[in-house]
């Protein structure tokens, strides 16, 4: 019996050593930038900047990236291609709730849930993406060097119940037909 607990006791052991520190780096989020990039199937795109309510991101002791998370501040959703009426009215439409209904959905947040490292000081990234209370899947590499964190992230919209435009749920839309995707460039300090 001595010998059955002691046997089952070994991984607890194993695990608890292997166990790492890590150490949770704050986003300077003033200095951070977000920008988003969204396209229509002819191939025309609108561009903007979006900003970080709060963020961090778990190093290990050696500098690895563990982990992190970050609130994005709905509010702040400003278009960049646009000036005068259409850049006033693109946003007014961003904020609706056909798109990203801020009134109801203030932050967006992304939970990193899995890391695994690549080649270099690059990463493939698995977290938890909450937009409009629906919370997906994302997966995308991040790249992460000292003081500094990039990626691209990929979102398919539809997924976060953002319909509006998209071939997939309407049809005739024609040149209206704005991709399910849009893209985040984020650029990280901390």
Not at 38 to 62: P, R, V
Not at 71 to 98: F, S
């Amino acid at each position: 019996m001595k010998n059955r607990l002691m046997s089952a006791a070994a991984p607890v052991l194993i695990f608890t050593t292997l166990s790492f520190t890590t150490i949770k780096k704050q986003v300077d989020v003033e200095a951070s930038t977000i920008e988003w990039t969204g396209k229509k199937i002819t191939g025309a795109t609108h561009t903007g900047n979006i900003q970080l309510k709060e963020g961090f991101l778990n190093l290990t002791e050696e500098g690895q990236l563990a982990g992190g998370e970050f609130v994005m501040d709905m509010n702040t959703i400003v278009v960049t291609d646009l000036t005068g009426e259409y850049k006033t009215k693109l946003e007014n439409h961003l904020n609706d709730d056909d798109f990203f209904g801020v009134n109801k959905f203030s932050t967006s947040k992304l939970v990193i849930t899995e890391v695994k490292p690549l080649e270099g000081d690059e990463y493939e990234v698995t977290g938890d993406l909450t937009i409009k209370g629906k919370t997906e899947p994302v997966t995308f590499n991040m790249q992460v060097e000292e003081g500094t964190a990039t990626a691209k992230v990929v979102i398919d919209r539809t997924k976060y119940g953002i319909r509006y435009g998209s071939g997939s749920f309407f049809s005739n839309l024609g040149d209206n037909t704005i991709n399910n995707n849009f893209v985040l460039d984020v650029n990280l300090k901390f």
